[in-house]
């Protein structure tokens, strides 16, 4: 996969916008080079680091997809800036792309805007439905089709591990991003769960790595004494910068996805995401076949996962409960 010059996102990425023809139709075609483009909000680096790129890889191996053999990448990553993506989208349209896997709400909405008949897999939905990218979970329509984070269901859970963990928290300050349309509806229903656990919220939007240092400044000074962050591509890249942060002003933290524990958070707690871009090799196969998306339902994980960091604790000072490491998945030492 390579990142997209600068040039072309100047000229290919001004005006783009969804041309509405039927819907491409595939076909068997075993001599058939495809040509799978992705988009992301974050950097390539970001995506490789992630394990996100091995996962696609090895789900498109296993439905005999082979890179090099029978498709080609075509990359586009926004290095974090939400306003590189209707550019990107534009080249991958203007490229011909049989299909494109997107990553993350902006990039999911800069695709959906580009495309109306290119197949299009989210690998990341908070909110099919609510985004524009599904009629319903069960019959998507459209062009669009793919998997869902959960994250709605587990702004509750996110609150009452934290809790767990330190008890006697009282603020706790929310990661968001603002260029992600789904996170109000998202900071809704932590602000919920936290009122009905006896704690309040303190709303932390963000753009930019510069937008979180700053932020961590203030939540401070608003006598901030925990961290949620939100599931987001972005985010995620950020997730080194996010943990340090963390553990430098003393604050017991939990996030959406396991990287975030392995890089020194204190809690994760969802479904593994990694796996959702291992599956994008069925849903690929399945419209190669000639299914259309359209037709396809989105999926919902089946399982979380709860990943506990000791080490951090122990840098807390934080004494975990028997019952919080007992319901843990994984204990990072």
Known sequence: MGAMSNRRDLILGIGAAAVVFPLRSFAQAPN???????????????????GRHSALIDGLRERGYIEGRNFVFEGGYADGDANRLPALAAELVRRNVDLIVSTGVP????????????????????????????????????????????????????????VLAAPKLKRIAVITNASVSSHPALLLRLQVAAKQAGRQVAPMAVRTAQDIDRGFEAIT???????ITLADSFLLAQRAQIAALALRHRLPSIYPQQQYAEAGGLLSYGGDFNDNFRRVGI????IFQGAKPGDIPFEQPTRYYLVVNRKTADALGIKLSGELLTRADKVIE
């Open 107 to 162: 990039a999911s909405q800069a695709a959906k805007r580009a495309t109306a008949t290119i197949p299009i897999v989210v690998t990341l939905a908070t909110d099919p439905v609510g985004e524009g990218f599904a009629v319903s979970l069960a019959r998507p329509g459209r062009n669009m089709t793919g998997m869902s984070t959960g994250n709605d269901d587990t702004a509750p859970k996110l609150v009452e591990l934290l």
């Open 32 to 50: 058939k080079v495809w040509r799978i483009a992705y988009l992301d909000l974050g950097s390539r680096q970001s995506v490789m680091d992630a």
């Open 283 to 286: 849903f690929v196969d399945k």
């Open 221 to 227: 000074r608003d006598r901030a004494d925990a961290v």
